[in-house]
């Protein structure tokens, strides 16, 4: 499917890729944390001890929630960017201004290539690509969900009311499609006061997934993120389309 290149103005509040694996059960836990914090380019970013790294290793252990939870987060005291760290999970988060695939992608390749380098025998078993994008009717010309190429009918009559829906797609058998959309009064969290709809559009791997090499998993990252702009711009009106791509 085409789309435009870019946008104007784009709609990205966060972008971020997670990767949960395993890792040689010989390895402690805080061993392969620490290697992960010593590498790739988020050496010497500011680090701060998350809420999961009081719990005690072995109750992580035996609770799959929080056996992938970070324990460290690493920020970019320069950018809007950061990297979480637990000893089965990597996450790097960009948010707004979002710098461009052509930016996030290189180092995305470079958060699976220190996991693949540094520790050994690592099994990846999920992997997540999630935009979160936050319309505004100003620069989106979106006032409302129902600005979006959506419609929810109740009894055969078009809702109007403030909506939260979630829906799924498996366009590939090694990737599933999760939208959200939801109108603001279903959102917590910081968002800009003329915030009007969000949609946040996740994709990630089926529960058998497995890869064992960084090729497997930037090949499957790829595929995602042409899965995140066909599930965008699918809830976007053709014409506002037009409007809003870059000339």
């Not at 001890?49 to 920020?75: G, H, T, Y």
């Not at 009559?157 to 366009?171: C, G, H, S, V, Y």
């Amino acid at each position: 499917m085409t789309h435009p290149e870019k946008l104007k103005e784009d709609a990205i509040v966060e972008a971020l890729c997670d990767i949960r694996f395993t890792a040689s059960p010989d390895v402690p836990e805080e061993v392969v944390i620490g290697w992960l914090i010593d590498c790739g380019r988020w050496r010497g970013w500011k680090m701060r001890r998350l809420p999961s790294s009081d719990i005690p290793a072995s109750i992580r252990r035996s609770e799959e929630q929080l056996r992938f939870q970070p324990s460290v987060e690493l920020r970019d005291v320069d950018r809007p960017r950061l990297i979480k760290i637990g000893s089965n999970v990597i996450s790097l988060h960009f948010m707004q201004p979002y710098p461009g695939w052509q930016n996030l992608q290189p180092q995305l390749r470079e958060m699976v290539d220190a996991l693949f380098s540094r520790i050994e025998d690592v099994e990846v078993s999920r992997i997540g690509l999630r935009y979160i994008n936050a319309f505004q009717h100003d620069r989106h010309r979106i006032s409302g969900v129902y600005d979006l190429d959506l419609s929810v009918c109740v009894d055969g009559k078009k809702l109007q009311a403030p909506l939260n829906i979630n829906f799924m797609d498996r366009p590939k058998p090694t990737h599933t499609v999760m939208t959200r959309v939801a109108s603001v009064e279903f959102v917590r969290g910081s968002l800009s006061p003329s915030a009007s709809a969000i949609a946040d559009i996740d994709v990630f791997t089926p529960e058998s997934f497995s890869a064992q090499s960084a090729s497997e998993v930037l090949g499957w990252v790829e595929v995602a993120h042409n899965l995140e702009k066909d599930a965008f711009f699918a809830l976007l009106p053709g014409e506002i389309v037009q409007d809003l791509k870059e000339k």
